[in-house]
């Protein structure tokens, strides 16, 4: 057994995950590779061949690189736990009129604690990836999530939903390099082919990127029971009609097919009336918000008006607000400046710092000034 303890490492075959097994297999831990397989695409009906975390070659590629240097990898079948959870909300959510954002619920519900759960059985002290962010101890005793060095490539807004009990036992190496000097380990290591390797930025069950499609596959009968609705402005007027109110996301501007002249972009979107709502950029912008299912992660309670950078979408950069604690795990965000483009059921990530506080899915938005 290692000093440094057992870790389990999840091996997508990708860059960023071969190096932290190699890293932390140079440190010292005893490492244990482990791949898993969330999603087979070629059975959803999509036109695209499978692609990152369930790309055959993918697996070779970390096995490969588990016994070059030494250490043990296997591969676990999660595709039960995944489509029966994520997908099938991603799904939901849409139908609902929100915008979901797979990937936190994937990380939050599903692979860290399929990891734990592996971890476990194999007799491992840690579990690892590689994402860009970074886990310390704070002062009062809670596990802290904090952003990446490289901001370009910072993952902590995705990572929000992970409790203590997971943080405590994550180990996130990559957080204090530059994604250029991870790059430079890989052809250190000898894998010039892995540093040249591209990324994939697209929702792994949607590897087509054609999210619409998607839902159409899943959902039978999907376009007779929504074709045809109207847009509307924000009076109610009827501006035309639309294809249906899940194929249209808050803040949408392109796509459309509506010609008002003048841009337009999607403002509210009402299932119960297949009704989609059109306005001007300055309708986006809301100055408050509500955001539920919270996740308390540098304290165990949110303050009366303790302040934060909220961001509401991955690459957001974020705005000055005050947040009030609300009843059923609820907080009132009230922006210093409205934010634009407020999404139902996309997240909601507050920093203090480099550090994140909380986060938490947007129930919805408002403007009062």
């Not at 849409?94 to 399929?114: D, E, F, Q, S």
């Not at 902590?156 to 530059?178: K, N």
């Not at 109207?230 to 249209?248: A, E, R, S």
Request: hydrophobic share 35%.
């Amino acid at each position: 057994m290692s000093r440094k303890g057992k870790v389990l490492v999840a091996m997508s075959g990708g860059i960023d995950s071969t190096v932290t097994a190699l890293m932390l297999n140079d440190q010292g831990y005893e490492v244990v590779g482990i791949t898993m397989k969330t999603w087979d695409y070629t059975g959803s009906g999509g036109g695209k061949k499978e692609t990152g975390c369930c790309n055959v070659d993918s697996f070779n590629d970390a096995r490969q690189a588990a016994v070059e240097h030494g250490f043990a990898h296997y591969i676990f079948d999660i595709r039960e736990e995944f489509g029966g959870f994520v997908v099938e909300n991603f799904v939901d959510e849409y139908m609902a009129g929100r915008t979901p954002n797979p990937c936190v619920l994937c990380n939050t519900h599903i692979k860290w604690r399929a990891l734990l759960k592996r971890a476990d059985a194999l007799g491992c002290d840690f579990i690892a990836t590689g994402h860009y962010a970074k886990i310390r101890q704070h002062d009062n005793g809670r596990f802290v999530i904090s952003k990446a060095v490289d901001d370009t490539k910072d993952q902590s807004y995705v990572l929000w939903g992970l409790q203590q009990d997971l943080l405590s036992r994550t180990l996130l190496p990559l957080g204090p390099y530059q994604k250029t000097e991870i790059r430079q380990m890989a052809l250190d290591y000898g894998y010039p082919e892995l540093a040249k390797k591209s990324e994939s930025y697209e929702i792994c069950f949607v590897p087509d990127n054609d999210y619409r499609g998607f839902l159409k596959r899943r959902v039978d009968g999907l376009e007779d029971r929504v074709n045809g609705g109207n847009f509307v402005d924000k009076t109610g007027k009827i501006l035309g009609q639309h294809k249906g109110y899940p194929f249209y996301t808050i803040g949408q501007r392109k796509g459309l097919d509506i010609a008002l002249g003048r841009p337009v972009f999607v403002t509210r979107i009402d299932p119960d009336t297949n009704t989609v709502v059109l306005g001007d950029e300055a309708d986006l912008e809301q100055d408050e918000m509500t955001v539920g299912k919270l996740n308390l992660i540098k304290y165990d309670t949110i303050t009366p008006g303790m302040e934060a950078v909220t961001k509401i979408r991955y690459k957001d950069k974020g705005g000055l607000s005050n947040l009030y604690p609300g009843e059923n795990n609820t907080v009132n965000v009230r922006f210093y400046e409205a934010a634009k483009g407020i999404a139902p059921g996309q997240s909601a990530v507050f920093y203090e710092g480099d550090d994140v506080i909380a986060g938490g899915h947007i129930h919805a938005g408002r403007r009062t000034i």
